[in-house]
């Protein structure tokens, strides 16, 4: 089964990180799912959950500049990339303001128009979690530039340490200040995710030219299952080192996906390209927006401890992700299918 975004050089276990990145953001904000009664470690391991956003950005780096140079002109590759984000963020944003029993003009308003990173006030006042949707938007309208301007993959590699230096700086002037208003205001801004939405582009560029041997593969992925544990076991070793969750993770990411296939590894083979992790995945989306709005009524209705609630969250979750999935993301994807199929016959005619 393929992914209807990133059908690309043998990447559907991409989908399946999808899955697994969804799953961490939802374990996260439903307590844990149990991980924190095993002590320091395990709450370290349930904090990491919060990392499936740094992962989001890193394949939508990737998704995105394949995208862009798939598509004949960038208004056509913009509409493409709106048509994937838009209706379900603007149907989350509707239930969740009737549900609520609505939200301000001035909210709504930088909502829609994707400019509530520019007051924190409102970034997150309505889904809970939608911070991150203008940040997309806004690599969405960036990227292109970067492509057509960064060519040459030294020159990417450049733009990607100049991100993370720019991310180290802001981190540092903002924790120097101790305002934690000025932290929230720089996480929920797309100036950190540069690194992580460039570590995407030169993971895209790097796999149009290279192809990891099996031997390769398993080595990055033991080598990124080793810094994992001991990033739960010795944070401060990291923090010393000025490597914060983004750059971790962000940097794991790309180890990942630059180093694996669907064929040349186990893990991709078997499970991240099973049948059940593909379609959680493509629902993954869909998981992100609506696990929060969900795990509210699962609250409500229950008084479950942390890993109960994680699994009914979850099951509910997916069950209404998929149903949003086939009436709400399918039929815009089946619409661009047609508009893509007819812009190639004018443009094979022209």
Not at 311 to 334: F, H, K, M, V, W
Request: proline letters at 4%.
């Amino acid at each position: 089964m393929n992914s209807p975004e990133l059908r690309y050089k043998d990447t559907n276990f991409i989908t399946g990180l999808r899955a697994f990145a969804a799953l961490a953001v939802v374990m996260i904000h439903t307590g844990g799912a149990g991980l924190r009664s095993f002590g320091v470690i395990g709450s370290r391991l349930a904090d990491s959950g919060s990392a499936g956003v740094y992962v989001f950005f890193v394949i939508s780096g990737f998704a995105v500049s394949q995208s862009f140079e798939s598509s004949n002109s960038y208004q056509y590759y913009l509409v493409k990339r709106l048509r994937r984000i838009v209706p379900l963020y603007f149907f989350w944003l509707s239930v969740c303001i009737l549900w609520s029993g609505g939200a301000s003009a001035y909210s709504i308003l930088m909502h829609v128009t994707f400019l509530s990173f520019l007051d924190i006030q409102v970034a997150n006042s309505i889904i809970g979690i939608e911070w991150t949707i203008p940040i997309e938007i806004f690599y969405y309208l960036l990227i292109p530039a970067v492509l057509i301007w960064a060519r040459r993959l030294p020159t990417l590699c450049l733009i990607t340490l100049l991100a993370l230096t720019l991310h180290l700086i802001f981190q540092f002037l903002a924790a120097l200040s101790g305002d934690k208003t000025s932290l929230l205001r720089l996480h929920w801004s797309p100036i950190p995710y540069a690194f992580s939405f460039s570590l995407g582009m030169l993971a895209y560029r790097l796999k149009q030219t290279w192809n990891p041997k099996p031997w390769q593969s398993y080595a990055a992925w033991a080598a990124s299952a080793a810094i994992l544990v001991a990033y739960a076991i010795k944070p401060g070793a990291f923090k010393f080192l000025r490597i914060d969750a983004l750059v971790l993770f962000s940097s794991i990411s790309f180890i990942i996906i630059t180093s694996t296939t669907d064929s040349n590894n186990i893990i991709s083979r078997s499970v991240l390209c099973s049948r059940p992790i593909q379609y959680l995945g493509l629902w993954s989306y869909g998981i992100y927006l609506a696990h929060l709005p969900l795990n509210g009524i699962v609250v409500s209705n229950f008084s479950l401890t942390p890993f109960p609630n994680f699994l009914a969250t979850s099951a509910l979750t997916i069950a209404i992700s998929a149903l949003t999935y086939y009436l709400i993301e399918r039929p815009g994807q089946r619409w661009r299918a047609k508009v893509e199929s007819k812009h190639d016959i004018k443009m094979a005619s022209a």
